[in-house]
Nanobody, 125 residues
Framework: VQLQASGGGLVQTGGSLRLSCAVS????????IGWFRQVPGTDREFVAV????????HYSDSVKGRFTISRDTAKNTVYLQMDSLKPEDSGVYYC???????????????????WGQGTQVTVSS
């Protein structure tokens, strides 16, 4: 599967951005899709994940209530709507895919084997 992330940019504190992850390739609908973010010098951090059908999703505590992950199966695209953005949300955002993900492993970046290129999000104070 191939993943293509887009939609990053510069926004002020309190603003919004919507990231997109275009998913293509064989069995693309079979993949759980997660979003991670990374700041230079730190580990890649889990943000959110959505199930194959889009019916189930999970979030990190730091973004819960502000970010919404969704999936358009007809367009093979996963979105991350980011509202009430804070400077600490800044970083490079990556989407990742994996076929077999369970609750105990979904937050670990090493459990995802397909990654898109990152898109930079910068939130100014």
């Amino acid at each position: 599967v191939q993943l293509q992330a887009s939609g990053g940019g510069l926004v002020q504190t309190g603003g919004s951005l919507r990231l997109s992850c275009a998913v293509s390739g064989r069995r693309s609908s079979m993949y759980y899709i997660g979003w991670f973010r990374q700041v230079p010098g730190t580990d890649r951090e889990f943000v959110a994940v959505i199930s194959r059908s889009g019916a189930n999703s999970h979030y990190s505590d730091s973004v819960k209530g502000r970010f919404t992950i969704s999936r358009d199966t007809a367009k093979n695209t996963v979105y991350l709507q980011m509202d009430s953005l804070k400077p600490e949300d800044s970083g490079v955002y990556y989407c990742a895919g994996e076929i077999d993900i369970v609750l105990s492993t979904m937050r670990g970046p090493s459990n995802y084997h397909s990654w898109g290129q990152g898109t930079q999000v910068t939130v100014s104070s």
